[in-house]
């Protein structure tokens, strides 16, 4: 996993909306968590979440027990800001995904759009699937999107993995259902597309 200091100077360096995998909204990510797990009291963690607005939209769907969790304080630092007097509803996590000390099957939903295909040793890969698997409750749901078989090969000046829903399934392994995949095409604030893979799995 790359370091703190990486992606400090990324998100200190560059305005939100400066980074290829902006977006105003992350409409399907919110579509599908909205279509699992309705109850605005479900446990949310938002791993990766930096200054994406996917929390701002949630608080204003009035889920009130959400997690954000970035290995960047200067992100955290932003979102928690934009959150105003709604940030106190949310726990605020700065941390590597792959050694973060997170509560024992605690989460509803465990969302990453745009962190797993960082992750190109199989030692961090396996690291971060222990993680989902103690974090999760049982019969929780993960929804994991990554760049898909067309995506870019780098992103950030850093190497990438890219996956097919049955190649990402694979990492995760038979202890998560695969429910449902499909490929998103994601305009950058650059004028180029992206393929993105969202993959949504329920815990057994």
């Excluded at 200190?12 to 977006?23: F, G, I, L, M, N």
């Excluded at 605020?92 to 995904?97: C, E, G, I, M």
């Excluded at 695969?178 to 604030?189: K, N, V």
């Amino acid at each position: 996993m790359t370091n703190h200091n990486h992606w400090d100077t990324v998100y200190e360096t560059k305005a939100p909306d400066a980074v290829s995998w902006y977006r105003p909204h992350l409409e399907r990510s919110l579509e599908l968590i909205q279509a699992v797990v309705p109850d605005v009291s479900a446990s949310i963690i938002d791993v990766g979440g930096g200054e994406s607005t996917l929390v701002d939209d949630l608080l204003a769907k009035g889920y009130r027990n959400i997690s954000v969790l970035d290995i960047s304080r200067t992100a955290i630092e932003v979102a928690r800001k934009r959150a105003g007097g709604l940030a106190h509803h949310v726990t605020w996590l700065v941390a590597d995904v792959t050694r973060a000390a997170l509560p024992k099957r605690h989460y509803d939903l465990w969302h990453d759009r745009a962190v797993f295909h960082f992750l190109t040793s199989a030692e961090d890969r396996s690291a971060y699937v222990r993680q989902v698997a103690q974090a999760m409750k049982p019969g929780g749901y993960v929804i994991v999107a990554t760049f898909g078989p067309q995506g870019p090969h780098k992103c950030s000046g850093l190497d990438v993995v890219r996956y097919d829903a049955d190649s990402l399934h694979e990492e995760f392994g038979a202890s998560f259902r695969l429910i449902d995949s499909t490929t998103e095409l994601h305009q950058t604030p650059f004028g180029t597309t992206q393929q993105f893979l969202y993959c949504l799995c329920k815990v057994e």
